[in-house]
DNA sequence: AAGATGACGCCCG
DNA sequence: CCGGGCGCCATCT
C-alpha cells in the first residue's frame, strides 16, 4: 500500500479541512476538494481519509448526501452521524439542514475581523 | 511507462 | 429513483 509518501501536501490541506467540519455538520467530498484548493480532486479526499486518523472521517459524505462507503464501515458511518444529530431522510443526509458553509471549511485564512475600531463616537 | 482502481461528481435516458 | 457513461486525479500494479 501505499504509499507513505511524502508528498502529502494535497492530503494534508484536504485533512486540515475536515478537522474544521463541526460535529452535527457534514461535507461532500467535494466540497473539502474545492475548500482545500483541489477543485475536481474529490477522489483524492477518499484517499486522503484513508491515510488519515483521529479525524471526523464520518463527516464526509457524497454530493447527494448519501453515504457512499461501503460494508459496515458505511453503517458504522451512518450510526456515528445519527449519534451527533445529523438527521438522515431515507438513505441520505438532510444536505439543507447539515451542510457545513464553506466559510467554515475554508482554512483559517480569516483575519482579526478588524480590528475593532474603538468607541470613538461609535 | 501504461493500464487499472477508487469512500467522487455530473449528465443523460 | 436507478443505472450507465465519461471526466477527474493520485496511487498501485
Not at 490541506?13 to 461535507?27: E, F, N, Q, S, T
Not at 450510526?79 to 439542514?97: A, C, P, T, Y
Amino acid at each position: 500500500m501505499a504509499a507513505p509518501a511524502k508528498k502529502l501536501g494535497m492530503f494534508d490541506k484536504m485533512l486540515r479541512v475536515v478537522a474544521r467540519i463541526p460535529r452535527g455538520r457534514v461535507a461532500t467530498y467535494g466540497d473539502v476538494a474545492y475548500a482545500a484548493g483541489f477543485p475536481g480532486a474529490a477522489r483524492q479526499v477518499a484517499w486522503a481519509l484513508h491515510a488519515s486518523h483521529g479525524l471526523p472521517w464520518q463527516r464526509v459524505i457524497g454530493s447527494n448526501g448519501k453515504i457512499l462507503l461501503g460494508g459496515h464501515h458505511g453503517l458504522e458511518q451512518r450510526l456515528r452521524l445519527e449519534h451527533e444529530g445529523v438527521r438522515f431522510i431515507g438513505l441520505r443526509v438532510d444536505l439543507k439542514q447539515h451542510r457545513c458553509p464553506f466559510q467554515i471549511l475554508r482554512p483559517a485564512k480569516q483575519k482579526p475581523a478588524a480590528k475593532k475600531r474603538r468607541a470613538a463616537g461609535r
